[in-house]
């Protein structure tokens, strides 16, 4: 069982940048890949970005790529998304998953989500 806090969302410009980061218990975390999705108003959640249990191997949705980086750190147990370039259209509702599967596109685990807005 994993339990995910994600935190450092907010009001942003377009063209800033915002780092999120989730915060997981539970001794298994390391043993987990991990990912970023969202949720705009009206819209389904979303598969943004993931990241292998030990960090080797990434994947990120097309519209984020060179944007936004995902990270990890198995030894505070934390997860981090930095965005950066931000545009209107990346706001949304993120959400940390853990436990990936199904080519990363699903999750076991989810927080409850923070919210990013970009508007001038």
């Known amino acids: 069982q994993a339990q995910l806090v994600e935190s450092g969302g907010g009001l942003v410009q377009p063209g800033g940048s915002l780092r999120l980061s989730c915060a997981a218990s539970?001794?298994?975390?390391?043993?987990?890949?991990m990912g970023w999705f969202r949720q705009a108003p009206g819209k389904e959640r979303e598969f943004v970005a993931a990241?292998?249990?030990?960090?080797?191997?990434?994947d990120y949705q097309d519209s984020v790529k060179g944007r936004f980086t995902i990270s990890r750190d198995n030894v505070k147990f934390e997860v981090y998304l930095q965005m950066n370039s931000l545009k209107p259209e990346d706001t949304a509702v993120y959400y940390c998953?853990?436990?990936?599967?199904?080519?990363?596109?699903?999750?076991?685990?989810w927080g409850q989500g923070t919210q990013v807005t970009v508007s001038s």
């Open positions: 998953g853990g436990d990936l599967y199904n080519n990363y596109r699903e999750a076991t685990y």
């Open positions: 990241i292998s249990w030990s960090g080797d191997d990434t």
């Open positions: 539970g001794r298994t975390f390391r043993n987990y890949a």
